[in-house]
């Protein structure tokens, strides 16, 4: 990647959008340019989609649920991760170093449905404990991670030195 890639995909993850009209306002890039450079860069598989984000809370899913679980794995932790995934709500699981195996992220409709939740996690033969809380309020949820760079930073960082 070069800086003209750093930049656009800054620009993607500060906009919300890959319209390449709007990257060119953003970042002085010719459309064709631009274009040319968003193939390349799912060619590459940096990028994955073009979906568009939802606002959870508006859809109706505002009760952010984070899990912290023991499951202590013998085999595979992708058995487990898989089983924990398949909750409905599970957003995001993660396996991890520490005093928990795992820590997930789900979203639900209300707080009711938290004890559906757990319920469903301590469902799982593989589990032995869960520890939940409930977000009272988020102070940044951003699904582009690229979005908490600076520009600076992403080009130190990223940029090939060939």
Request: proline share 2%; aromatic share 6%.
């Amino acid at each position: 990647m070069d800086e003209r890639d750093i930049r656009l995909l800054k620009a993607i993850a500060d906009l919300g959008t890959g319209s390449p009209e709007k990257l060119h306002e953003e970042t002085g890039i010719p459309v064709s340019t631009i274009h040319y450079r968003l193939n390349n860069l799912r060619e590459a598989g940096v990028i994955e989609n073009d979906c568009y984000d939802f606002d959870l809370d508006e859809l109706g899913l505002g009760v952010t649920v984070i899990i912290e679980v023991l499951a202590p794995y013998n085999d595979s932790y992708e058995t487990i991760s898989e089983k924990l995934l398949a909750i409905e709500g599970v957003t995001n699981v993660y396996f991890t170093l520490g005093e928990k195996d795992f820590v997930a992220i789900a979203r639900v409709s209300d707080a009711d449905k938290v004890e559906r939740l757990v319920e469903d996690f301590n469902a799982i033969d593989e589990v032995e404990r869960t520890f939940s809380r409930l977000v009272i309020k988020p102070l940044r949820e951003d699904t582009r991670a690229l979005g908490s760079y600076s520009l600076e930073t992403l080009e130190d960082e990223l940029i090939d030195d060939e």
